[in-house]
């Protein structure tokens, strides 16, 4: 049975909109509210009610009686198999949260820990031009962090590879396992994110040369700002 999309329509031309913006099927300014009650066969209400879920997400911007400018500039596309530090100029970070705890299972499982073990959490909000955009909770085995300068709070945004390699750990192979879902209450109040937006969740295990673990990251992403690009060299038809 097909399945009938019951939002309210103002969310259904919202979400129509938003997936024109991001393929960039539209550009420079928004379609007026006639244009759009034409469209989307609407009223000029409901058609007012979808640009402004737009407008809360940062997609256009302007007022009333104005044209609406669209925000190209608004997604930022990133590369999954680097470790991304991007420029300080728009990039800066706020210490949450540093100390000695138990991660998810699933992180937990990746750094090998028994049960009811723990390993050191550095938890950090990272913001674009001050607006929040990603919550990264960082696990290192304690092992390894125990009384280096990862165990204190530090403004420095790159302490995780410098320590870790004045330490000798090189970091050399990195996983990302990405899901996308809807956020907690945390996570929501935390990005503040509009409604209706979902997040994306990384979980990013580092490992040395030899594959031991080093960290594991679970990065929670604003759905409405970040896109992942993957980059292949494809081997030639044999």
């Not at 969310?11 to 509210?33: E, H, M, V, Y």
């Not at 469209?39 to 058609?47: F, H, I, K, Q």
């Amino acid at each position: 049975m097909k399945r009938v999309d019951d939002r309210p329509q103002s969310a259904q031309i919202a979400a129509d909109l938003r997936a024109k913006i991001l393929s960039g099927d539209i550009t420079g300014t928004l379609p007026t509210f006639e244009r759009l009650k034409v469209l989307y066969n609407t009223s000029v209400n409901t058609a007012q009610r979808a640009v402004a879920m737009l407008k809360a997400e940062g997609f256009v911007e302007g007022r009333q009686g104005k044209a609406l400018i669209i925000r190209s500039d608004r997604i930022q596309i990133v590369d999954a198999s680097s470790q991304l530090e991007p420029a300080a100029a728009t990039i800066t970070y706020q210490v949450l949260h540093v100390g000695h705890e138990r991660p998810p299972t699933d992180a937990a499982q990746k750094l090998g820990l028994a049960e009811g073990e723990t390993a050191l959490l550095r938890k950090r909000l990272m913001l674009r031009d001050d607006e929040p955009v990603e919550i990264e909770l960082s696990y290192y085995p304690e092992a390894v962090v125990t009384g280096t300068g990862l165990d204190h709070v530090q403004r420095d945004l790159a302490s995780s590879p410098t320590v870790l390699a004045a330490l000798g750990y090189e970091q050399h192979g990195l996983v990302d396992e990405i899901q996308v879902r809807e956020p907690t209450t945390e996570e929501l109040q935390t990005l503040e994110l509009p409604d209706e937006i979902p997040v994306m969740r990384t979980l990013r295990t580092i490992t040395d040369p030899s594959g031991a673990v080093l960290e594991v990251t679970v990065m929670i992403t604003s759905g409405h700002l970040y896109a992942v690009r993957y980059q292949q060299t494809l081997p030639p038809p044999a």
